[in-house]
């Protein structure tokens, strides 16, 4: 079973940066997809990235795309987000999500079967 826990959100300043780690309990890493999506107060979830369960596939909204970068380390059954040069429009709760299949997953939260419960990021101007 899939249990996911996030970890590594907090305050900081515009610019600054944050690395968020998104771990698997349930050691079931192996050949899930794997997601991060975020959602500020009042919003919907929004899309961040996503990762094949190989690593060699990544997709990113174009929000964050040269700023933040996805990564995986199966092995440890942990993903990864790194956030560089946040603004303050970045602050949200961030989540993981998985998926069992080989293809890099999409934008769409409905396409995830499992999700972590978030972790706050918020960015000071």
């Known amino acids: 079973q899939v249990q996911l826990v996030e970890s590594g959100g907090g305050l900081v300043q515009a610019g600054g940066s944050l690395r968020l780690s998104c771990a698997d309990s349930?050691?079931?890493?192996?050949?899930?997809?794997m997601g991060w999506f975020r959602q500020a107060p009042g919003q919907e979830r929004e899309f961040v990235a996503a990762?094949?369960?190989?690593?060699?596939?990544?997709k990113y909204a174009d929000s964050v795309r040269g700023r933040f970068a996805i990564s995986r380390d199966s092995a440890k059954n942990t993903m990864y987000l790194q956030m560089n040069s946040l603004k303050p429009e970045d602050t949200a709760v961030y989540s993981c999500?998985?998926?069992?299949?080989?293809?890099?997953?999409?934008?769409?939260?409905?396409?995830?079967?499992?999700w972590g419960e978030g972790t706050q990021v918020t960015v000071s101007s």
């Open positions: 999500a998985g998926r069992r299949t080989a293809a890099v997953g999409g934008p769409s939260p409905d396409e995830y079967d499992y």
């Open positions: 349930g050691r079931t890493f192996t050949y899930y997809t």
């Open positions: 990762i094949s369960w190989t690593g060699r596939s990544t």
